[in-house]
């Protein structure tokens, strides 16, 4: 155990020392049809609350305009059954960010979200942080979820030791719970979906790599970038609260970058841009919830 502790504290050095960022497509490919069974035929989003900021937060060079982040979560759609991408979040932990200035949260959308986790085959969870872990962690039926739901190691070991928030923290015998894996870089992890080592916005944090029935191609950047602009510009986040490897986030910004100039059969999703998810909502790239 120690041994792998210190295989993962050495390579998330070399990681960011080099601050290198470039998962080659061709294997993202390759791994996205090497499990057996159906490839996914949908990809649907779900908003559960938001969060406004001004823009010279989320974006660094940014004015005072407010920009409306949501909370979101996706549901990989298969022929007989589906795969979460993240948990969102109920409205209690939502609260607990700003609880004097209640934020935006749509109840409803929660519930349908926790349905769909209730009604999925796997869950991943990207990365340790509230908005996209405390759906399952906050859950009733916690172990019940935790049963399907596939966390990376490093993820396990912030929620254990560095958790987002204190009620969020979860002892050893909560983790053992879930499926823990350990993986250097890429990990096919169902039909059609590959998760991408990407520590940066945090030490846990990865992308997921999504290939359709149809061909199309959707890579979930998570957080690496706030919004779009982050990845057009090329300029990372401003707020004063986010202790992000600032090398590492721009390498990926660089990458996300280059696949939008490259790669037209690429979607890219951030999980906190607005327009985006309303973009791709209107022209059916992403569809709605279904239970
Ligand atoms: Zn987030």
Redesign the pocket.
Known sequence: MIDVIEARAERTAAGSSAATFNPDLATLRALGTALPGPLPVAINGVRVAASVRPRKFVIEGGDDTPVTMP?TAFQVRYPDCSVMIDSGLDQATHNSFSPDKPEPYYAEQFTALRHALDEARLIILT?H?A??VAGVVTAANFSALAAKTIIAMDVADCLMNSPHRPHLKLAPDAIAKFIVLDYPQLYPVAPGIVLIRAPG?SPDSQMVYIRLQSGQEILHS??SAWIMDNIRLVKGKSAPWVKEDGAAIMAQLRWLKSLTETESNVTILV??DDELFERLTRNGTIGQLKT
Do not use: K, N, P
Request: overall charge negative; glycine content about 0%.
């Open positions: 909370r990365h942080h908005d996209h916005h998570v957080d999980t906190h």
